[in-house]
């Protein structure tokens, strides 16, 4: 049964950082495109960053350039999520998703058929 496990998230002051990771059981994930997403209270789930086979990286929201950062490790068999500069708005559950795409280095978000339980991450002082 594949699994994604995410982990990581916290309580953090604005203008901190955390490290989500997601980690993929009964699969590897060398062959499937990850993406991380969020859902804010009272907001729609929006996709954050996506990320291909071979590490091509699609950004979904302006808001995160220059201070999320989405990276594999395919060794480990998890993504991680890379967040500095934390700020208010960034509050939310974070979601990590999966979709095979065998050869394909797709890095679009569209799609992604297996999905975890999600981690919050509130951002407060």
């Known amino acids: 049964q594949l699994q994604l496990v995410e982990s990581g998230g916290g309580l953090v002051q604005p203008g901190g950082s955390l490290r989500l990771s997601c980690a993929a059981a009964?699969?590897?994930?060398?062959?499937?495109?990850i993406g991380w997403f969020r859902q804010a209270p009272g907001k729609e789930r929006e996709a954050v960053l996506c990320i291909s086979r071979t590490g091509r990286i699609t950004n979904f929201v302006d808001s995160v350039n220059g201070r999320f950062t989405i990276s594999r490790d395919n060794a480990e068999n998890t993504v991680y999520l890379q967040m500095n500069s934390l700020k208010p708005e960034d509050t939310a559950v974070y979601y990590c998703?999966?979709?095979?795409?065998?050869?394909?280095?797709?890095?679009?978000?569209?799609?992604?058929?297996?999905w975890g339980k999600g981690t919050l991450v509130t951002v407060s002082s």
């Open positions: 998703a999966a979709k095979r795409v065998y050869y394909m280095d797709y890095a679009s978000c569209s799609g992604m058929n297996d």
């Open positions: 009964g699969f590897t994930l060398r062959d499937y495109k």
